[in-house]
């Protein structure tokens, strides 16, 4: 079992879209995934009761973090979508999770405004030397190279060469 947790004190950053895009990722590799939606928002969850998704997407509670993730261990990735602005959720998904996944749009401005999770990361990283932590463009899109202000805002960050694109499939599924 690997645990990925999606994190990002900003919203509407594509936090959501990219859980359920890696667990389609996983699915789609022959690999089980199972999405915990700890957002109250709930939306997730309300995604897979419009759509037909081939993995299991559950709602989860803060305080019951830790015990949904072991009942849902049979899975080989979980992937745990969380809310904005909760330095609480952000630390507690965090330190359940192997993997830091934040996403984040290839502009400088929006880059900028990473600052904040990184670092919270970065202290729970102090504790925690076995986390990993990766950054992942959203929303890209193939055809525009990536801004000159947002190449140079990600120096030094734990950059992933996988991107996910800009898909209209994405923008239509509100
Ligand atoms: N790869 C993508 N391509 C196109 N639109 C996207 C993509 N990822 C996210 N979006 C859009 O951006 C908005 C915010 O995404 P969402 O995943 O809900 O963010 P968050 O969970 O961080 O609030 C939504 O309107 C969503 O449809
Ligand atoms: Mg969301």
Known sequence: MKTLAVLSLKGGVGKTTTALHLAAVAHASGRSAHVLDADPERSACRWAAHAPLPFSVTAAEPDRLARQLQAAGQAQFII???????????????????????????????????????????????????????????????????????????????????????????????
């Open 80 to 174: 745990i979508d969380t809310p904005p602005n909760s330095r609480e959720l952000l630390l507690r998904a965090g330190s359940l999770a192997d993997t830091v996944i934040v996403p984040v749009a290839p502009s400088g401005l929006e880059i900028d405004r990473l600052r904040p999770t990184l670092e919270l990361l970065a202290d729970l990283q102090a504790q925690r030397e076995d986390l990993d932590v990766a950054v992942v463009l959203t929303r890209y899109n193939l055809r525009r190279r990536l801004a000159r202000e947002a190449e140079e805002a990600l120096e030094g960050l734990p950059v992933l060469a996988a991107r996910i694109r800009q898909l209209e499939a994405y923008t239509d599924s509100d």
